[in-house]
């Protein structure tokens, strides 16, 4: 136990399960936080309190189970879907030793309205050391965004539709945008890319901002390159060369 740990008391303080634990808590400066004296409300108390130490006895466990599949039973088809992957995901990187991203926790909990990139033009010599703040903030970033995100979410199992999701309805629909962007239907923007399932290594020398001619990813691994990409409907990339020229973007005010 840390510090920062905290620990819901449910089981009476007589009990002496639950007064070692108490102890252990008192003694290593963890918190802890008492239920309200119902037992069928304590799954509303630990949502509440968020604790990160929970002793129980089967009998609790099984009741707990029963809920949280029920619950998910009853959101149908999708968050079955949803729970599976991340079950899955959670306890393969367990297994391996490796605890999850509180980050892809939040993801693929659907708690995460979008992913987004910081995109900053400074050149490499205005991050003079590991100082963060002597460095200038941000970095080059929008350019590799997309096959990262690929990447990462075949890395972990994901289904590819959390990218768009994440990358393209999610963003459009923050900004009031949907449907017109981040949408495949009749009458929204033919705003498409193509990403093919191919391994290879990040090169910096391949990007497009002449600016800032690097980027965070140099020499990353990556799982899916932009093979093809249009722009309302006219071919914007292809085969590694911009096809579009200057002023052939345009604004988009969020609603």
Known sequence: LEPGDCHVSYLPLAHIYERVTMLVCLFAGAKAGFFRGDVLGLLDDIAELKPTVFCSVPRLWNRIYDKVHAG????????QKMFAIAYAAKKKALEEGRPPPAIWEKIVAGDAAFVSSDHCSWPLERKPDDNIFQAAPGAPGVE????????????RGLSPTLVAEMLCE??????????KKGAIRVGADADLAVVGREAYRHDDATLHCNLAPWSPYDGMEMAGRVMKVWLRGT?????????????????????
């Open 170 to 179: 999610g963003p459009a629909r923050h900004f009031g945008l949907w449907p």
């Open 144 to 155: 590799c965004l997309l096959p990262a995100m690929v990447t990462e979410v075949s890395n």
């Open 72 to 79: 998910i039973r009853e959101g149908g088809f999708v968050k």
């Open 235 to 255: 071919e914007a990339f292809f085969g590694g060369d911009v096809l579009t020229a200057p002023g052939d973007g345009q604004f988009v005010r969020p609603v």
